[in-house]
C-alpha cells in the first residue's frame, strides 16, 4: 500500500532531537536527587569509555555519592546512641 504521505514531506520533517541530560540537569537548577544520580551514573560510563554492562554498578557509585552510603538499621542505631 503507498504511503499518503509524499516524498517532499518526510524529507522537510526534522528529526527528534535527543535530550541533553548533562545540560538539562546543568540549566535547571538543583535536580532533584534521582537525577543528579542519573547525571553521575552517566558520567561513570563516560569514563569507562561507553562500555555497556556496568549499569548496576555506576547507579550504586553515583548514588553513594549524592545520598551517601547505605547502613543498616543496626549501624544507623549505633551511630544515633
Known amino acids: 500500500m ?3 504521505i509524499s516524498r517532499s514531506t518526510r524529507e522537510k520533517t526534522p528529526a527528534p532531537r535527543k535530550r541533553n541530560v548533562l545540560a538539562a540537569a546543568a ?3 538543583t535536580p532533584e ?5 542519573e547525571v553521575r551514573a ?3 560510563f563516560l569514563e569507562r569509555g ?3 554492562g556496568q549499569h548496576l554498578e555506576d547507579w550504586l557509585k553515583a548514588e553513594a555519592d549524592v545520598v551517601g552510603p547505605r ?3 543496626k549501624a ?3 551511630a544515633s546512641a
Do not use: F, L
Request: charge should be positive; charged fraction near 20%; avoid cysteine.
Open 2 to 4: 503507498p504511503s499518503t
Open 27 to 29: 540549566s535547571e537548577g
Open 33 to 37: 536527587p534521582r537525577e543528579q544520580i
Open 42 to 44: 552517566y558520567h561513570y
Open 50 to 52: 561507553g562500555t555497556h
Open 71 to 73: 547502613r543498616s538499621p
Open 76 to 78: 544507623r542505631a549505633q
